[in-house]
């Protein structure tokens, strides 16, 4: 039982994977976690200037906030009055 | 993938949890999100076994290498909450700059909101009116010179950059009652600004309470592509209720009609709902007969409770927060409409993307939102109109711009400044939310517990929940995508 208990536990200690979706997930036998942007958001915003790579996936930077341009500026109003721009 | 992550923080340096967590529950699943450096994380399963490292690592001097040791199974875990920044070095700052970029006198803009008040006086009677009386200088009825709007869209039409644009709002008052100045205004842009200024994109819209149409007016909304926005708080006798012609007698019909008119006509029509007391259990039933006219999309917004005279509406009207949020949940949630075209879930989607960071709510303190009334006076948002404090100067007197003005809004209202937000974990991704009743209500003592209630924690509530049910929008379908993956691509 404890053995079999063990190669359970190891099937789930390192699993981590990119579905083709692009969303992270991560399972152990403790606790499964997936990301919510996918690397597909990438596509929404602009890349890591450094490492052209989105942050979630597969930057090796950590740096995407301070290397990507500024955001973009706030809305017009957020009170909805104004029309659609684009 | 996560070895990527590891390497964002030495394994032997100190650790903390993020002090921008955003931690959210929901039927037994976990959202956690850094609101700085958004990456949401959703824990599908053993939600107490990671709430167990963040409480190691809050309690004591944790690394990489001590979590590693204590679960080594599960190395994988901690370098997702690194990468996701839920744990972050513990000497990382986790501050934004204190100041804002806000735009220098002469500095080009990427694009604004232009609203000219065509006419400050109107027709309807609304029990909420967001003009004031003297600062709109309702008696006077005035109505905006010619001299006046060609100055203006000349003015700002110069202030944006190549690529960008100048949205042109015909707004009021009651803006169609000077239906003639505006077609000359639009003629102008075209005739004149767009040639002069090719790389700018001008754009037209409208917001009119839509009780009556001028006879040209859906050729003329076809012809430029304009966009409607238009006010209907409910069906029938929950809209007459609030927005009544003066005198009483109810609008819904003529405006009813009138929208189905120019949608019929292929002119697309925004409905919003000024949502208080009277209207916040309608708002399903609302959002329903805004399809029903053929809407655009619908926008469901609290009501304020003072006006540009910082006069308060009754308590009567004002609404429960608690009753109100729900009922944006359930709109929300009737699927009636898509969330792209239901607002305020429609903005604040764009602050939900990875790398949006916000440290002011609203486009105003950069000057993206200036305010031209009849006699040529400016203000940053159509809520300070008439309030001298906000007065940017006059564009015919040669008073414009009082730089300062902005200056001191993009000071006051930096959320790492204001009271409120300072120590909120939220603060960067909402920037605050809409800062009105701070602006007009902060000398105010003259105020009901229930209208001081809820300026104090409306703008809050409202900004929060709505982040929150978008949050876990994102997340539900990220889940959804996941599970829906056949052939997982193995990282390891």
Redesign the interface.
Known sequence: MSEEKDKQQEKFSRRSFLTKCGIAVVATASCELLSVFSSASAGQVPLCTQCNSFCVTSCTTNTCVNNNPPPPPPPTCVQGFGGKKD | ??E??C??VAADAPLKVTQHLLRLEKNGAL?L?NAL?L?????????E??EQVLAAVRDGRCTRQSLAAR???????L??LL???ILVAADDEERLPGSV?VPAPGEKS????L?LLLSQDCNLGCVYCLNGKRTYRKEAQPRMPETVAFRAVERFAAAIRPGG?L?I?L?GGEPLLNWELAKKTIDYTEQVLRPRYPEV?F???V?SNLSFLPDDFIERARRHN??V?CDIDGAGAVHDALRPFKGGVSSHGQIAHNVRQLIGAGVPV?L?TTVTARNQDHMEETARHHRELGGNGS?F?PV?VTNSDEELIGDDLIPDIERMLAAFERVKESGVWSLDRL??FS?YR?KL??????V?????P?G??PVVDAEGNVYP???LVGIERYHQGNIIAGTYPRAAVLAELAERLHVDKREDCRVCAWRYLC?G??P?HLLTMAGQNDISPKARDYCDRINCAHTKKVLEIL?WE??DQ??R??D?????????
């Open positions: 993938m996560h990527d992550g390497r964002l959202l999100a450096r990456k949401p994380l959703l824990v599908r399963r053993g939600g076994f990671v679960w080594p199974n599960d190395e994988a875990v370098a997702f990468a996701h920044n970029p990427h694009g604004m909101s609203y644009y949205e709002a707004f994109r754009c037209y819209h917001t304009m966009t926005l925004s919003r926008a917004v304020n607002f305020p903005t764009a993307q990875p790398g949006n960071q916000s002011l709510g609203c486009g105003a950069f993206n939102t948002c159509i809520y920037g939310g809409c009105i949050l994102m997340a990220a889940s995508q996941a829906g993956q056949q052939g997982r691509k193995e990282d390891e």
